[in-house]
C-alpha cells in the first residue's frame, strides 16, 4: 500500500505566475483534499474532489481551481499568483466523503511567491 | 476562519514528563480530531473522538471531549525527545464534511 505524495517538495515562483501543484492517493482512497497552511498557521480547507468533481470548497477565489483524474490523482492550479500565496500546500486522500473517515496526509509541497 | 484554537501556543517540557494542551471551538461538530505536524511537514493523524464520547486513549495518547464546554485536551506522557513537533486539532461540524484546523501547539521536549 503506497502512501499519498506530492510533487514538487519545493517550488518558487514570481507574482502574475501560474503553478500546478500534484498529489497522488493513497491506494484505494476516492477522495481527494487541498490544505493551505501559512507560515505559523493552520492548515487552511481549499476544496474537496470525489470522482472527478469537485465536493465542496472553502473560502478561496475562483483563481484556485483542480482536477481530480479517473485514477483519484489530483492537481491544485493556482493562477495569477500573489505574495500572500506563499505557503505549504497540503493534499489529503480518503475513502469517501465523509468527515469522520481518516484522512491521510501527503508531506506538502512548499510554495514560494516573489 | 478557524474552528479550533489550541492553548498554549507553545510549551516545553523535560524528557519524561506529561505534556497537555487544550482545544476549543465554537460550533456543534460531529468528532474532533488530533494531528501532529513535524517541522512544517506532512500530518499525521493521531486520534478521533466522536461528540458521544468523553474519553479515548491511543499508546502515551489521552485525548477528553467536552462537549458542553466546547473543549478538548490531548495529554502526552512520559514525553521523548521524539514527541517535538506540532499539534493541531481539527473539528468536523455537524452536517459538514471538511475539517477546521486550528493553530496549533508546538510541544518542544527536552533532553
Known amino acids: 500500500e503506497t502512501g499519498v505524495t506530492q510533487s514538487p517538495t519545493h517550488l518558487i515562483k514570481t507574482r502574475g505566475q501560474q503553478v500546478t501543484l500534484r498529489c497522488s492517493s493513497q491506494?484505494?482512497?476516492?477522495?481527494v483534499s487541498w490544505y493551505q497552511q501559512a507560515l505559523g498557521q493552520g492548515p487552511q480547507f481549499i476544496f474537496q474532489?470525489?470522482?472527478?468533481?469537485?465536493?465542496g470548497r472553502g473560502n478561496f477565489p475562483p483563481r484556485f481551481s483542480g482536477l481530480q483524474f479517473p485514477n483519484y490523482s489530483s492537481e491544485l492550479n493556482v493562477n495569477a499568483l500573489e505574495l500572500d500565496d506563499s505557503a505549504l500546500y497540503l493534499c489529503?486522500?480518503?475513502?469517501?466523503?465523509?468527515?469522520?473517515?481518516?484522512?491521510?496526509f501527503g508531506p506538502g509541497t512548499r510554495l514560494t511567491v516573489l | 476562519s478557524q474552528q479550533g484554537e489550541e492553548d498554549p501556543q507553545a510549551l516545553s517540557i523535560q524528557e519524561g514528563e506529561n505534556a497537555t494542551m487544550n482545544c476549543s471551538y465554537k460550533?456543534?461538530?460531529?468528532?474532533l480530531q488530533w494531528y501532529r505536524q513535524n517541522s512544517g511537514r506532512g500530518l499525521v493523524h493521531l486520534i478521533l473522538?466522536?461528540?458521544?464520547?468523553r474519553e479515548k486513549h491511543s499508546g502515551r495518547l489521552r485525548v477528553t471531549l467536552d462537549t458542553s464546554k466546547k473543549s478538548s485536551s490531548l495529554l502526552i506522557t512520559a514525553s521523548r525527545a521524539a514527541d517535538t513537533a506540532s499539534y493541531f486539532c481539527?473539528?468536523?461540524?455537524?452536517?459538514?464534511?471538511?475539517?477546521?484546523f486550528g493553530a496549533g501547539t508546538t510541544v518542544t521536549v527536552r533532553a
Open positions: 489529503a486522500s480518503s475513502w469517501g466523503t465523509s468527515g469522520n473517515n481518516e484522512q491521510f
Open positions: 491506494s484505494g482512497h476516492n477522495t
Open positions: 474532489y470525489y470522482r472527478e468533481e469537485e465536493n
Open positions: 460550533t456543534s461538530i460531529n468528532n
Open positions: 473522538i466522536r461528540s458521544n464520547e
Open positions: 481539527a473539528t468536523l461540524r455537524s452536517n459538514d464534511y471538511k475539517l477546521s
